[in-house]
């Protein structure tokens, strides 16, 4: 099992960067894949990146592809997720997620992979 709390959200003014940070608690990051999903106002819950535990490689949705950066500390215990020139699109509650140890489901694009949440960190985007 393991708990996870993100933060590093909050008013964000259009062409900025910012940093997410999802801290693991009662478990380790480590042999799971994470992914950070989020949820506009208004629309369903979506993919943005995810990094897999078995070789490292990441995934990007194809809307933050190129400005943004997923990346883990195992001695911090913690994900990021980095998002350069942010834009009004970019507005949304932020969602990290774990798998379960040593999953290996391959798609980790798909939050049915995903066995634990944090509570999310919303970000708002200002033009």
């Known amino acids: 099992q393991v708990q996870l709390v993100e933060s590093g959200g909050g008013l964000v003014q259009a062409g900025d960067s910012l940093r997410l940070s999802c801290a693991a608690s009662?478990?380790?990051?480590?042999?799971?894949?994470m992914g950070w999903f989020r949820q506009a106002p208004g629309k369903e819950r979506e993919f943005v990146s995810a990094i897999s535990w078995s070789n490292g490689r990441t995934y990007y949705a194809d809307s933050v592809k190129g400005r943004c950066t997923i990346s883990r500390d195992y001695t911090k215990n913690t994900v990021y997720l980095q998002i350069d020139n942010v834009i009004s699109e970019d507005t949304a509650d932020y969602y990290c997620?774990?798998?379960?140890?040593?999953?290996?489901?391959?798609?980790?694009?798909?939050?049915?992979?995903?066995?634990?949440w944090g509570q999310g960190t919303r970000v708002t985007v200002s033009s």
């Open positions: 997620a774990a798998s379960t140890s040593l999953n290996g489901n391959s798609d980790i694009t798909n939050s049915a992979t995903y066995a634990y």
């Open positions: 009662k478990g380790t990051i480590s042999r799971r894949s």
